[in-house]
């Protein structure tokens, strides 16, 4: 939480004016469970700092429309109903237009999604994108790589983490969707059979190599086996915010 408290802090390049925050999800109260909880407590936290917060879910029942909770939450209750496990039907541009007017009409200056399997998250984090806003995206979610919807939501993840802001990873396994790391999945087995070739073909290629994981060793044998130190640096680890 406190991390996240401070990924606002830094995300309008490290100006500490106060921001105007829409968190997003299919998944708030009424309904119970960690990610509706962890959206409600770090709102309060962010209004704590005096932040104006609001949050954006999808209708529960007969509750509909603008709602005011704890400490002055602003929670836009849309008129959408869940079709599975709580989430909207997917859209992509019929959502657009109420979007844009929340967004506008509270003045947002950072755009919150949350939770992978949320379908209003990633719409709303690729409109918001779209309008020019900050986004920061939340993955609450532990799944795998192996099932059909596990593959599934990595693309849809691929696709939305493409162009934002921050992303939070708050489970070792989340951190593995969403931090690139050099594994087999990344190619970096294609580089050490690549670099060399287009080395040779092209005396003036550089290449700089950020990142760590397993497959480092196999590309720095690779650079001495070809003695190609000069035309292949090795950074390592790179933290996010120098990349």
Known sequence: MLFQVSVFRNTMDGQS??????????????????????IYYLSQCLLKLRHKVVVMTHAYGKRSGVRYVTD???VYYVPWRPFLMQNTLPTL?????????????????????????????????MHARTMGYKVVFTD????????????????VLQFTLADIDQAICVSHTSKENTVLRLVYRKG?????????????????????????????????????KFSLQNRVEMLGAVPRAQV
Do not use: W
């Open 140 to 155: 609450h979610s532990l799944y795998g790589f192996a099932d059909v919807g596990s593959i599934h939501m990595n693309k």
């Open 93 to 125: 541009f019929m959502t657009f237009p109420i979007i844009r007017t929340i967004l506008i009409r509270e003045k947002i200056s950072v755009v919150h999604g949350h939770q992978a399997f949320s379908t209003m998250c990633h719409e709303a984090l």
């Open 188 to 224: 970096a087995d294609l580089l050490v059979e690549v670099i060399p070739e287009v080395c040779h073909l092209f005396p003036k290629v550089r290449f700089i190599v950020g990142g760590d994981g397993p497959k480092r060793v196999r590309l720095e044998e690779m650079r001495e």
């Open 17 to 38: 004016r106060k921001h105007r925050i829409l968190m997003v999800s299919d998944f708030f109260f009424p309904n119970f469970g960690g990610v509706e909880s962890h």
């Open 72 to 74: 002055g939450l602003k």
